[in-house]
T-cell receptor, first 113, second 117 residues
């Protein structure tokens, strides 16, 4: 079945880079998403990548995809205190025709000043 | 433009009562999704609408849960005979329903926090 897993917690200092990791269920055709959730708020889409890509960069965000190892990472450069939140990776498997997203449990990022 | 809105933002009810949660999607979005997020967990899929019809309700936990979208826009999630285990944040999302291999990005509302006493 579908399973997305993430580490629970990451603490970094302001100005450092953060790397949040995720493993997912393999599929020949998958979109993988990163969402950010701040306390009491909904999910904010950060970026996404298709499974035929290795990397995607968007300003301070870099997504790396290792399809062989079923591993996805989100790198945040120059991490700021405003980046403190819970980050979710999510998978959408297109081959099955389902449109539901399968989420990991989230990684809480704490940025220390 | 306006994002996905959900009302109420908070709902406290007693065990056994009936509740309705409302979602107003982004204008023009054909697809609408309901998810449930328990404390410390990621969202879990409940049901997905394509227009007025429920295209996938495989995530509904039991027959106490029901959702409608009569005019293909606003949706209501209905929970009968609420139980304490139903306490969670109920999230709604909408998308354009892109096909042909494009990323059909889902945009989420702020959620309704349901507490069953």
């Amino acid at each position: 079945g579908e399973d997305v897993e993430q580490s629970l917690f990451l603490s970094v200092r302001e100005g450092d880079s953060s790397v949040i990791n995720c493993t997912y269920t393999d599929s020949s055709s998958t979109y993988l998403y990163w969402y950010k959730q701040e306390p009491g708020a909904g999910l904010q889409l950060l970026t996404y990548i298709f499974s035929n890509m290795d990397m995607k960069q968007d300003q301070r965000l870099t997504v790396l995809l290792n399809k062989k190892d079923k591993h996805l990472s989100l790198r945040i450069a120059d991490t700021q205190t405003g980046d403190s939140a819970i980050y979710f990776c999510a998978e959408s498997i297109m081959d099955t025709g389902r449109r539901a997203l399968t989420f990991g449990s989230g990684t809480r990022l704490q940025v220390q000043p | 433009g306006a994002g996905v809105s959900q009302t109420p933002s908070n709902k406290v009810t007693e065990k056994g009562k009936y509740v309705e949660l409302r979602c107003d999607p982004i204008s023009g979005h054909t697809a609408l999704y309901w998810y449930r997020q328990s404390l410390g967990q990621g969202p879990e899929f409940l049901i997905y609408f394509q227009g007025t019809g429920a295209a996938d309700d495989s995530g509904l936990p039991n027959d106490r849960f029901f959702a409608v979208r009569p005019e293909g826009s606003v949706s209501t999630l209905k929970i009968q005979r609420t139980e304490r285990g139903d306490s969670a944040v109920y999230l709604c999302a909408s998308s354009l329903l892109l096909t042909g291999g494009a990323a059909d990005t889902q945009y989420f509302g702020p959620g309704t926090r349901l507490t069953v006493l």
